[in-house]
């Protein structure tokens, strides 16, 4: 990965965070679905995640096409970071097509890291500055130079793609530079949107993750309820979420989550379990509080066995019920460890009802083998 020069501790975060799940770290950013928008104010074609935006230095093929020029010419011949790097910053919010973009080493998952350099051609501009002064007509403005800017996207410090932007720039016109940003914000976000470079997918394969598309089996239906869409998170350690819903009561659903366990050791399924449940636990109370939700009631954690005809479930539940104003609210959850992954169901009713659809359900499920990412990260 290439340097950084805002934000240059970046690079050693990035490694800690995509290690975090299993050497117990935590990492400020937080999960977001592919067709999730987190900010609500932007325009419906926010569709792309949060960034973080760096300037960094030259690529060592552009540092070597600077070193020629300067060499040929004088230090002036090239010049880093022509363009305030703020005005390309902006540019990428114009666009609307991110949720957030942030100039901060403390920022998101995805980064933005952009080098860029300018060459003038002054052989050119000497010879004409020569003709005029012989003819006595004076002088004139120095010809465009070239622009060349190198941009790559990285998720936690992993390279997912690339793209170059070229063009003339003015570099004694101010006023060129923020349209040329507003036009090389548009030019990388269609480059990388084309070749699919921000999607959940793209970044399971780089990272060789599960492919939950084509490897994972779960039913259609759960009784009268329907699957309505499976989508994945913009995590691999956060995995796919599939979505069941009634067509009677549009209100109720079934949520199903398949996620690797983020541990070395599987042995101690029910620890696992367990220590999964009470991170949620966590969670749920600090949502509950930031929501202002007054009478929160969880439940004692249950064990599950479950039988059928030829293989034993074994699980916990986990019950979570709230009043408000408009009723209450529940939320139980049934949690169970498939081969290297965890198998969460939650559903937004009683159990008295949703036991005997989950249930139901777990039997049907077949989840992908270990991928290739948790393999290595377990040191297998």
């Known amino acids: 990965m290439r340097a950084v020069k805002h934000g240059a501790s970046a690079s050693v975060g990035a490694i800690a965070c995509i290690l975090a799940p299993l050497m117990l770290l935590g990492c400020s950013t937080s999960p977001t ?53 703020t005005l390309l910053l902006q540019a990428l919010e114009n666009a609307g097509r991110f949720n957030k973009v942030a100039l901060s080493a403390d920022g998101f998952d995805y980064e933005l890291l952009v080098s860029s350099k300018a060459t003038r051609n002054q052989s050119l501009a000497s010879s004409l500055q020569n003709l005029l002064h012989t003819l006595s007509l004076g002088t004139i403005a120095a010809p465009p130079a070239n622009f060349d800017a190198q941009v790559s996207v990285t998720w936690r410090g992993i390279e997912l793609g690339n793209v170059q932007y070229q063009t003339q720039l003015e570099l004694d016109n101010p006023s060129q530079q923020a349209a040329l940003a507003a036009q090389f914000s548009e030019h990388i976000v269609d480059a990388l949107t084309t070749n699919d470079v921000f999607s959940a997918e793209h970044l399971y394969a780089t990272l060789q993750a599960s492919d939950y598309h084509h490897e994972m089996q779960l039913p259609n239906n759960i009784d009268e309820f329907q699957m309505y869409d499976m989508q994945l998170f913009r995590d691999p350690f956060q995995g ?55 009478e929160l009631n969880i439940s004692d954690v249950q064990p599950i066995q479950w039988q059928t005809e030829d293989k034993k479930f074994s699980g916990f539940y986990q019950g979570v019920d709230a009043s408000q104003d408009s009723g209450t609210l529940y939320a139980s959850t049934y949690l169970f460890l498939l081969e290297d992954k965890f198998v969460k169901v939650s559903a937004n009713f009683p159990p008295r009802i949703a036991t005997q659809l989950v249930k139901q359900a777990i039997p049907q499920i077949k989840v992908p083998s270990e991928s290739k990412l948790m393999a290595q990260l377990r040191g297998g």
Not at 61 to 75: F, G, I, N, P, T
């Open 33 to 85: 679905l592919v067709h999730q928008q987190d900010n609500p104010s932007i325009a419906v074609k926010a569709d792309l995640p949060p960034i973080s935006f760096f300037t960094s230095y030259l690529t060592d093929e552009q540092q070597q096409q600077c070193d020629a020029v300067r060499a040929e010419h004088s230090e002036q011949a090239c010049l880093e970071d022509p363009v305030d790097p």
């Open 240 to 294: 796919a979420m599939v979505r069941y819903w009634h067509p009677l009561y549009a209100e109720e659903n079934i949520d199903v989550f398949v996620y690797p366990v983020a541990q070395q050791d599987l042995t101690n399924q029910e620890g696992l379990l367990l220590n999964e449940l009470e991170r949620e636990k966590r969670d749920i109370t600090l949502l509950a509080e930031a929501r202002n939700i007054g």
